[in-house]
């Protein structure tokens, strides 16, 4: 697949861009994967990057867009959970809704990050250089073939894969499972062979040593949310912040903002921060008035630092920050004014 990229870019960077934008979209839609092809996919594909003298923060935008904007407005595949989890997470706190209240609320939030994308891919469009490494990292023969600019074949092992792509996502659109339709992809590719059985173990704990952090990460967001709200000081809060805030709804929507950009930071996760939020700002906006509406990072850096000259702060949380969270800081201040 990074062969075929390479081959139809021809050096034009807003190609690469927009084909980065459309894997990060699938990658959350139609193969749910989300982040898992980034170190897979990017790594081969710098050497190219390096000959156009592309910013590798284009990119990161390209990332930022395509992973979130997709679940954050789209209720497919992680659209599915993360809306879900909107959903269950108000009830808890104590205000019941439809799922689809949620998309009708978020487009506008996907909207401003389309025009985050858009300035941020002109800003960064620049030409800035980078060193070619020849060694990137423990790359296996088929990222040393396309490094060389040698030929590579698609073989029937490539074509199993694709295969089993749509395999899990029919299963999953058929059962509403995500889970089943990922061990129905797995099985078939057993059954093909293109995995080995002897190699199961090794994928697996692969698989979870890149994701299950994020899982225990948002468990642990899931737990502390019930914990502040058995406590009792969730009413508390409110009040005081009621009180310093005037009953302002502009003053009480930039302080939520706020109090979300504080927490996400914190976690890492825009997943594990909704039941936190919830849990204190369901009480907080119906006492203001408001109607009842409603990553990213690391992923990108694994790929882009493959050698060495990508900073995960500056090159893509920095980027991200400017481009993609003022715009939605606006939105959620403003838009909620209007429901």
Not at 90 to 119: C, D, P, R, Y
Not at 237 to 256: D, E, H, I, P, R
Request: charged letters at 15%; aromatic letters at 10%.
């Amino acid at each position: 697949m990074a062969k075929k990229i390479g081959s139809m870019v021809k050096g034009n960077k807003f190609v690469l861009a927009f084909i980065i934008v459309l894997v990060s979209i699938a990658s959350g839609t139609i193969i749910p994967v989300h982040i898992a092809f980034i170190p897979i996919l990017i790594p081969p594909l710098l050497t190219l990057m390096n000959k156009m003298k592309m910013d590798r923060r284009m990119l990161s935008i390209c990332f930022g867009f395509g992973l979130k904007s997709t679940y954050i407005t789209l209720p497919i595949a992680y659209g599915a959970i993360y809306h879900g989890l909107i959903r269950d997470s108000l009830a808890k706190a104590g205000l019941s809704i439809e799922s689809s209240l949620i998309w009708k609320t978020n487009w506008m939030a996907g909207l401003a990050m389309f025009v985050g994308l858009i300035l941020g891919l002109i800003y960064f469009s620049k030409d800035r250089e980078y060193k070619d490494v020849e060694e990137l990292g423990e790359t296996d023969e088929n990222h040393q073939k396309l490094i060389n600019d040698q030929p590579m074949k698609v073989e029937l092992k490539h074509w199993l894969c694709l295969v089993a792509g749509v395999i899990a996502l029919v299963v999953q659109l058929m059962t509403e499972s995500l889970p089943l339709g990922a061990l129905a992809a797995l099985t078939f590719l057993l059954i093909t062979r293109v995995i080995k059985w002897g190699e199961l173990q090794d994928i697996l704990e692969g698989g979870i040593g890149l994701m299950g952090f994020i899982a225990f990460v948002m468990l642990l967001a899931s737990g502390y949310a019930n914990v502040i709200i058995n406590s009792g000081g969730v009413e508390d809060l409110v009040g005081t912040a009621f009180s310093v805030l005037g009953g302002s709804k502009l003053a009480g929507s930039f302080m939520m903002i706020m109090l979300g950009l504080v927490i996400v930071l914190g976690v890492g996760t825009s997943f594990g921060t909704v039941p936190i939020l919830a849990a204190v700002y369901v009480p907080l906006a119906q006492k203001l008035g408001f109607s009842p509406a409603s990553d990213t990072t690391l992923g990108p850096t694994s790929g882009l630092n493959a050698d060495g000259q990508h900073d995960h702060i500056w090159d893509t949380c920095v980027p991200q920050f400017v481009f993609f969270v003022i715009p939605l800081m606006l939105v959620g201040i403003i838009w909620p004014l209007f429901l």
